[in-house]
Nanobody, 116 residues
Framework: QVQLVESGGGLVQPGGSLRLSCAASRSIFSINFMGWYRQAPGKERKLVVGITNGGRTTYVDPVKGRFSVSRDGAKNTMYLEMNSLKPEDTAVYYC??????????WGQGTQVTVSS
């Protein structure tokens, strides 16, 4: 079992920034995949950015150049730095962890609201 705890969400004005954190109960480098997903009201949960076990990152087009993912192995924590936020970034953001055996885990989610 892997426990994931997200934090850092909140209300921010358009153009603002937030940093989300995902603290894992297991190493974040002995993974198959980790990622950030988001789910807007009435919509499906979608991938925002993913990291493979080799460290390669993939961002979806709407966030390229604005969002940046990083990891701190000493803290078993993955971060999502979000800049130039737009109202359409409003969603619940989820941390996803797929271990080296293929088991998948989700955090509880953190709400991000971009509004003036």
């Amino acid at each position: 079992q892997v426990q994931l705890v997200e934090s850092g969400g909140g209300l921010v004005q358009p153009g603002g920034s937030l940093r989300l954190s995902c603290a894992a109960s297991r190493s974040i480098f002995s993974i198959n995949f980790m990622g950030w997903y988001r789910q807007a009201p009435g919509k499906e949960r979608k991938l925002v950015v993913g990291i493979t076990n080799g460290g390669r990152t993939t961002y979806v087009d709407p966030v390229k150049g604005r969002f940046s993912v990083s990891r701190d192995g000493a803290k078993n924590t993955m971060y999502l730095e979000m800049n130039s936020l737009k109202p359409e970034d409003t969603a619940v953001y989820y941390c996803n962890y797929v271990d080296d055996k293929g088991f998948e885990y989700w955090g509880q989610g953190t709400q991000v609201t971009v509004s003036s």
